[in-house]
């Protein structure tokens, strides 16, 4: 089992403790004099807390097992079938100490959207955006990721969950034992991301994540044990991507969003392409995905680089590489996400949040009870099937943002074109006087 933490410009002279552990040197990116990642530290860190959190050895084999599982389901499924997008529910919780948004660690609903794009281009692998990649192996993880469009509460929210606290900066043992315990949403159905300002001990780190459980190998205690820092924790200047949002608070080269993306990736099962080590020049230590060729080691920069008797795939995401240069997930890093997202405790139940349907009117399902979308999933055109007219229609992206939204005066506006939508997971809410009903729908 496995955690992650990432950081930056350290003297590599001065290797520093985190985690109560002192980092590696060749950890050190040689070219920037910077420290991306700290995975192993944190990992033993949570083992310690943890006496009956799974071991790494434990965490492989687990998981193995759940990928031969689902390799074995395919090869007998119908060959007509396919597989739906999962759609995860995300809360982003900005933590700041400033009066008005876009200032410092206070970063802007825009910087929040750009990273969620950034999220779902790397994860979808989407033609024409930084996170399409033409390598054989590369894969569309058929993942994406949506802001939350109701709260645990049942209020209306945009998934961007604003908290000021007193102090401007925050170290690892105040984010694990105050900031997330304090207001982390159910991770059973919101997938937590902590924005905020570092420091102590984790001066100039970029991020970290917290690895998954595996089913039946969970360990968490009766205080609650990981289950309430349960996410992802960002840095401010290392969330979300200038590219999409220009004015955001940034430091290259980390300003492109892969450090959300690495981090997720962690979250979801997958480890870094050398293995659980800072030093493969043996090149024992593997990553358990035979499509990524094996590395003796991080990369920084852009720069290829030959070990362990082959080119390191330095595009891969989960390498120390610099955002500009990352694009590619692998099928058999799917394989380890997917089994993740099917069988580990509270990543399996994020697959069926609701988190991210608009909230409707409390009168639900009473006149619109029998209406439907089809056909589900659609390419070109998308009918309402209705009774009776409804009144009015919206579509909503994933992002919770509104593609169209239509009056209805005769039953030609119940056929939706969508051969212009973008590939990937979209709700339709229904009105009928104060009544509504919100569906799914899929765009192949």
Known sequence: MLAAVCSFTINA???????????????????TGTIRCITTEYEEYLQNKHPKRATNAEFEQWISGKIQENQAKRVTASANSTNEIITIP??????????????????TDEQVLSQITVLNQDYRRMIGTPGYNSNVVGADVEIEFCLAQVDPSGNA??????????QSSWSESQIENTLKPNTIWNPNNYFNIWVCNFGGDLEGVLGYAQFPSSS???GISSNGGSANTDGVAIHYEYFGSRDIYSSGNYQSPYDKGRTTTHEVGHS???????GNTYNNESCSFSDYCDDTPASSGPNGGCNSHYSCSNYDMIENYMDYTNDACMNIFTQDQKERILAVLQNSPRRASLKTSLACMPLADSKDFELLNGINVYPNPTQNILNIGAAELPDNYVIYNNLGQTVIS????????????????????YFIRINKGSQSKVLK???K
């Open 406 to 425: 239509t009056e209805v005066t005769s039953a030609n506006d119940l056929t939706v074109n969508t051969s212009s939508y973008s590939n990937g997971i």
């Open 90 to 107: 995300v809360v982003v919780h900005v933590i700041h100490n400033e009066p008005f948004e876009g200032s410092n660690e206070n970063i």
């Open 13 to 31: 002279q001065e290797l520093p403790k985190v985690f109560g552990k002192q980092l590696h040197p060749n950890s050190v990116n040689t070219e």
């Open 441 to 443: 729908f899929v765009k």
């Open 216 to 218: 039946g190998l969970e």
């Open 157 to 166: 929210t945009n998934g961007i969950d604003r908290v000021y606290y007193g």
């Open 268 to 274: 979801l099962g997958l480890i870094h392409i050398w």
